[in-house]
C-alpha cells in the first residue's frame, strides 16, 4: 500500500530539519524555495505532512491522482513499469518539486523514496480550488509545471542519438543546475540514485552507466567520490551535454 492510498488525516509531527520563520511559526523549506511568502501561507493550512523511509511508495502508478505533492527532503524516483515488464525511470523528485500538478485523473508514474523523504500532501480538489482562487499562485506553479516540461523535452532528446558518454553528462550538467536552484553544491554531487536507476532513467545498461562513469573520472572531467562524483571539467562536461 502507498502513502497516497491512505486516508488524509492528522498533521505528522514536524521534524527537526524543517524551518522556523523566527516567530515560532513551521515554514516548509520546499515552499519557502519555491514560491513568495504570502502564497505559502496559503498553502500551508492545506497541507499535512508525510514521511517515507527508503523504498517505501509515495503512490503508485495508475493509482486515482487525488492528491498533490510537495517534496521537502530526499529524494524520490519516478518510473513506469511498460507492457513488457521493463522499467522507465522517468525522472527524480527533488526538495521544491511539485508531483500531480497535471490534469491526469491517475497516476502516470510511481514513487518510490531513495532514502527517507517527508512531503507535503495537497488534497487535489481543495488545491484547484485554492488556485483558481489564487492567480497569482497559478502563475507561480505553471512556470514549476514549464519547467518539468522543459525537463520531459530534455529527456526525449537525451534517448535519442546520443553517445553513452553524452547522456551521462547531460545528465550530471542537468543535476548540477537542479541542485544550484535548491541551494545544494554544483561541485560535489550527491547521487542518492543507484547506477540501475541512472541507467534505467538514460536508456542504458547498467555496465554502461559503471564504465562511463569509470572512463570520465578517468579522463579528469569528474571525481567518482562515496555516495556521489565531483564535477571537475566544467567545460568538457558542458561541451559534452551541449548545455
Known sequence: MSIH??????????????????????????????????????????????????????????????????????????????????????????????????????????????????????????FRRLLCENPGLMMHLHEITGQELSRAKDMMMLLGRRTADEKVATFLMGLRDRYVRIGLSPITLELPMGRLDIADHLGLTIETVSRTLSRLDKDGCILIVPGGVRLVDHNRLDRMSAH
Open 5 to 126: 492510498s491512505l486516508p488524509v488525516g492528522p498533521r505528522i509531527p514536524i521534524p527537526p530539519s524543517f524551518l522556523f520563520d523566527g516567530i515560532g511559526k513551521p515554514r516548509l523549506v520546499s515552499l519557502s524555495a519555491a514560491l513568495p511568502l504570502a502564497e505559502r501561507d496559503t498553502l500551508e493550512p492545506l497541507s499535512r505532512r508525510v514521511s517515507l523511509d527508503q523504498k517505501e511508495t509515495l503512490f503508485g502508478q495508475d493509482e486515482p491522482a487525488c492528491s498533490v505533492f510537495n517534496v521537502t527532503s530526499g529524494a524520490l524516483r519516478l518510473y513506469r513499469i511498460l507492457p513488457d515488464g521493463r522499467r522507465q525511470v522517468t525522472g527524480f523528485a527533488f526538495p521544491g518539486d511539485f508531483i500531480g500538478l497535471s490534469l491526469l485523473d491517475r497516476f502516470a508514474v510511481s514513487a518510490d523514496a531513495l532514502g527517507p523523504v517527508t512531503a507535503c500532501r495537497f488534497e487535489r480538489l481543495a
